[in-house]
């Protein structure tokens, strides 16, 4: 039935003496919403890093699709189908929402500097290929209208959805999202649960999530990992990881 | 507050004289083998007295004179140009009559201005160059002269121990220079901002000593002298055919009286052509994803490694690219010099390239090609001030960085057509 995408074993991260990821495993199915809380300071951007390429983790393997990917610079890993956003929204502010998402169709795109000069068709079909696709994302994310805008005018709520959808052009297999929902107002928080279950079930796609918003987490999630101290602390669906008592205490301390 | 606006009008009128009083008043000259101090004349200390009251005045009274300032109406050039529709179908006639215009115009005037013009196109090709790094890379190079000695040096080298002509060192300059680039790329990979510019820096005071220094290949300070003119496919501008039995001269083979303007608009025509080539090839790279790569590596280079950018081969491509119009550049200002040395190649020189790119705004193209003609236009205007030209340099920058913050044309985002 569905496949196993991501399989992370036993990744650990140390910088110097500090461990800061210590033996973490995570699985992604296909078309499945996995969610990784815990604590400030778990650890959980460090686990995003290493998968995402930025670091290079110190011990254990991450396949995506059976495949090694640890070791992997990070823009390989990208074109390889795992793409991420930033805690905070790292959108090109000065470009266009439209070059924005050109920019990132960069890789399909006919970048032979000759054909460019001469425009050549294969290089004139690239682009409009390029254009009716981040046509069709600004579309799915309601952004349109301001397509000619620079980014950094959207509001920030806008700002996120450009960024999702800025992932979403590079047409990934796994999304990995750093909080997205951190600054958003309950509205837009309420649009963004809806825009990830719509990446899962219309696009097929997967997402991994990092989230400090419960009531977003647990509505959304099939599955659920807790970091604690850099460690694996729990696994489940959202009401096993509700009545988990160490979770409990992670969060809110000993009595 | 008043007062507080006080102290700072006086402390300003402080400054003014103490730096007036160093530059102006007091004058060392030479008296028989002595050198004697000598004071300001009596006009001269007027005038200082004059500057230092405007400078209080001015600080005294900023709110006032701001609000002055305010009233004027800002000429906006939006609002005397067409609309953006009617600008879409009149660009190409308005291009074709400005080089139709720029090819006659040296016919009409005298040989000192066409010369001056071929110069000012050689600084609008380097700042063409330096704003694919700086202004759309956003990677801040100080050495960027280095690429254009380079250039220069490939040409002069190569017409003097191979007799290699211009026509065919074009485009090895360039390529040189792009070598050069990419040389300096690799080690300068993960730097940014001011690590860069000190490394740039160095690298360019590098190329200037090598060249001062390698006395037996380049001649060190002396220089390399009588560097070929281009020819017109194989045709001299000199007086008399020096290549051999079968060289002719351009008057001759069109049976015209010698002139040594030909020479002089011909070589006008030349930097014309270079420039259009110029500006059209990255007029094209702006808006192809490679621009676009560098436009977005300025802005984050974070999210582009997550997009699947690779940001070695985008900075290299930028260096390689900016070198190589500064290549270009090198081997048509040797051409036209017929004499090089290192001192053509000083750090002041990118520093001016870099200043043409900043005041006409980075990254628009017709920003730089405006800042070029008024950096060099403005010292040959100001000849008689040429005592003063780097204080008049540096009021220039001052007003612009308070008025102008963008450049003289700030870049337009291109907007592009949404209907497939």
Redo the contacts between chains.
């Keep these: 039935m569905s496949q196993l995408l991501l399989d992370v074993n036993g990744l650990t991260m140390r910088f110097g003496g500090l461990v800061a990821v210590d033996g973490v495993n995570l699985k992604v199915k296909n078309r499945q919403i996995v969610s990784v809380i815990g604590p400030n300071g778990a650890g959980k951007t460090t686990v995003f890093n290493c998968l995402s390429g930025f670091y290079i983790p110190t011990e254990g393997s991450v396949m995506l699709k059976n495949e090694q990917i640890a070791g992997l610079k990070d823009y390989q890993i990208s074109r390889k189908g795992l793409v991420r956003t930033f805690q905070h929204v790292r959108l090109f502010q000065k470009m266009t929402v439209i070059e924005n998402m050109l920019v990132a169709q960069h890789r399909h795109l006919n970048t032979n500097l000759i054909s460019g000069l001469f425009k050549t068709p294969n290089y004139r079909r690239l682009e409009k290929d390029a254009m009716n696709h981040a046509i069709h994302w600004l579309e799915e994310v309601d952004l349109l209208e301001f397509a000619n805008r620079e980014a950094g005018n959207l509001s920030y709520g806008q700002q996120r959805r450009l960024e999702i959808a800025r992932c979403m052009v590079t047409q990934p297999e796994l999304l990995m999202l750093d909080e997205p929902a951190a600054g958003l107002n309950p509205n837009e928080t309420k649009e963004l649960d809806e825009l990830i279950i719509k990446l899962r079930d219309e696009h097929e796609i997967s997402v991994l999530l990092i989230e400090h918003d419960m009531s977003l987490v647990m509505g959304i999630s099939d599955h659920i990992y807790v970091i604690s101290q850099g460690a694996p602390l729990a696994q489940g669906n959202a009401d096993e990881i509700k009545n988990n008592p160490d979770v409990i205490k992670a969060y809110l301390g000993e009595e | 507050m008043t007062t507080n606006k006080f102290y700072n009008a006086i402390f300003a009128a402080g400054i003014t004289l103490i730096l007036a009083c160093l530059m102006i008043g007091v004058k060392l000259d030479t008296s028989g083998t002595q050198l004697a101090v000598k004071g300001a004349t009596t006009a001269q200390w007027t005038w200082i007295g004059g500057g230092i009251a405007i400078v209080f005045l001015s600080q005294l009274f900023t709110n006032q004179i701001d609000a002055l300032f305010r009233m004027i109406p800002k000429p906006s050039i939006s609002t005397m140009l067409p609309e953006e529709k009617k600008m879409a179908t009149l660009k190409p006639w308005l291009i074709a009559g400005a080089i139709v215009i720029m090819v006659i115009w040296p016919f009409m005037v005298s040989r000192g201005s066409v010369d001056l013009a071929t110069l000012t196109l050689i600084y609008i090709m380097l700042g063409l160059g330096l704003n694919i790094v700086v202004g759309l890379a956003g990677l801040l190079d100080l050495g960027f002269v280095a690429f254009y000695a380079v250039g220069a040096y490939t040409y002069a080298l190569l017409s003097q121990y191979f007799g290699l002509s211009f026509w065919v060192c074009l485009p090895i300059s360039a390529g040189m220079a792009a070598l050069f680039g990419f040389i300096l790329g690799f080690p300068v990979l993960r730097l940014r901002g001011d690590y860069l510019a000190i490394v740039t820096l160095g690298f360019g005071e590098i190329i200037r000593i090598l060249l001062n220094n390698w006395t037996e290949v380049t001649g060190g300070p002396s220089g390399i002298s009588g560097i070929a003119k281009p020819t017109l496919f194989g045709l001299e501008f000199t007086r008399k055919a020096k290549g051999g039995e079968d060289a002719m001269t351009f008057h001759d083979y069109f049976n015209l009286d010698y002139s040594s303007s030909y020479k002089v608009i011909f070589l006008y025509l030349i930097a014309i052509l270079l420039v259009c080539i110029v500006i059209y090839?990255i007029n094209?790279?702006m808006r192809?994803?490679?621009g676009?790569?560098w436009?977005?590596l300025r802005?984050?280079e974070?999210?582009?490694?997550?997009?699947?950018?690779?940001?070695t081969a985008i900075k290299l491509s930028a260096f390689t690219l900016g070198a190589s119009t500064a290549g270009f550049a090198g081997a048509f200002f040797s051409a036209r010099q017929g004499f090089i040395s290192p001192e053509s190649f000083i750090f002041i020189e990118s520093a001016i390239i870099l200043a043409i790119v900043v005041l006409g705004g980075m990254g628009s193209q017709m920003g730089i090609i405006l800042a070029a003609i008024v950096m060099t236009i403005l010292p040959e205007l100001a000849r008689e001030f040429s005592e003063y030209r780097m204080l008049l340099f540096g009021l220039l920058m001052v007003l612009m960085m308070r008025w102008r913050p963008d450049g003289l044309i700030p870049t337009k985002?291109?907007?592009?057509e949404?209907k497939?």
Excluded at chain 2, 302 to 311: F, V, Y
Excluded at chain 2, 413 to 416: E, V, Y
């Design positions: 090839v094209r790279l192809m994803p490679i676009r790569a436009e977005a802005e984050d974070i999210a582009c490694r997550s997009l699947g950018l690779n940001r985002r291109p907007q592009l949404l497939q």
